[in-house]
């Protein structure tokens, strides 16, 4: 069954602390990226991973990090340094070629006190 | 930067009625895509338009891109609570590879 997994559903953590956030695809996508939703903002891009070992910072990159050592994995993490955190994140992936549409994993909602 | 402005941001109809979202984009667009993302869930694709002034449609969703490839909208025909949810237009703008600009997106709701 293939398809998009993104873990844990919902993350609390301590301001101050980096959080890493997991997205994981069997899907056999060559592109990957990370959104950030907020109420009445739409999707926002974070960073973008079109191969493996390669990646672009989005619109809204500071304070976020992520590593693209594998096909399959995509991970983000939420430094102390991101101002306001506490979002829905969602990771998505797309095909190199063809339609791209992109298929979204089920989102991990954070919240940073 | 690009955006791709989408309105309205909320709208709440009686079932039955029509509704419509209306996405406009500050450039040019190579092809822009509809997601629809249900109360607590994630977005879903529903359809890619391309070609300028193209109309496509899905049961009682209508799509177009405009003429000059820079809006798109979706019409609901006869509005049932199985369309409750938060509808986006995501354009991509051409030499910018995969990435796609998102609206802000309209949350429908469907009064019984």
């Known amino acids: 069954d293939g398809g998009i997994t993104q873990s844990p559903k919902y993350l609390f953590r301590k301001e101050g602390q980096n959080v890493t956030l997991s997205c994981e695809q069997n899907?056999?996508?060559?592109?990957m990226y990370w959104y950030r939703q907020d109420p009445g903002q739409g999707l926002r891009l974070i960073y973008y991973?079109?191969?493996?070992?390669?990646?672009q910072k989005g619109d809204i990159a500071e304070g976020y990090s992520v590593s693209r050592e594998k096909k399959e994995s995509f991970p983000l993490t939420v430094t102390s340094a991101q101002k306001n955190p506490t979002a829905f994140y969602l990771c998505?992936?797309?095909?190199?070629?063809?339609?791209?549409?992109?298929?979204f994993g089920p989102g991990t909602r954070l919240t940073v006190t | 930067g690009q955006q791709v402005m989408q309105i309205p941001q909320y709208q709440h109809v009686q079932e039955g009625e029509d509704f419509t979202t209306y996405c406009n984009s500050s450039?040019?667009?190579?092809?822009i895509q509809w997601y629809k993302q249900r109360p607590g869930g994630h977005p879903v694709f529903l359809i890619q338009?391309?070609?300028?002034?193209e109309v496509k449609k899905q049961k009682r969703l209508t799509f177009q891109f405009g003429e000059a490839k820079k809006n798109s909208s979706l019409h609901i025909t006869a509005t049932q609570t199985t369309d409750v949810g938060t509808y986006f237009c995501?354009?991509?703008?051409?030499?910018?590879?995969?990435?796609?600009?998102f609206g802000q997106g309209t949350e429908l709701s469907v009064k019984p």
């Open positions: 998505a992936s797309t095909t190199a070629g063809g339609i791209r549409e992109q298929y």
């Open positions: 338009l391309v070609k300028s002034g």
């Open positions: 899907l056999n996508h060559d592109a």
């Open positions: 991973s079109q191969i493996v070992n390669d990646f």
């Open positions: 995501a354009g991509r703008v051409y030499n910018q590879g995969g990435k796609l600009i």
């Open positions: 450039t040019t667009l190579s092809n």
